[in-house]
């Protein structure tokens, strides 16, 4: 299992990650139609960076839940 710290890098690291590829899915949407072929494989790399986001930020509050007397994550 992961430590805290560790656990906080990580959703930090996944968080930028997602926030990249929701802005590259933005400005695709901008140059249609330009580009429209690239629109599923940019949605999947967003939608997968989404889903291990939220994954990982569900571990974050496990984690916090799993140890009484420490403060939950924000």
Request: hydrophobic residues 45%; aromatic residues 4%.
């Amino acid at each position: 299992m992961e430590d805290l710290d560790t656990l906080k890098a990580r959703v930090k690291q996944l968080n930028a990650r997602a926030t990249t590829l929701k802005m590259n899915l933005h400005d695709l949407s901008e140059e249609l139609p330009l580009g429209w072929e690239t629109i599923p494989d940019i949605a999947a790399q967003a939608h997968a960076a989404y889903r291990e986001l939220a994954e990982a930020r569900a571990a974050l509050e496990s984690f916090g839940a799993a140890r009484p007397g420490q403060e939950a994550p924000a």
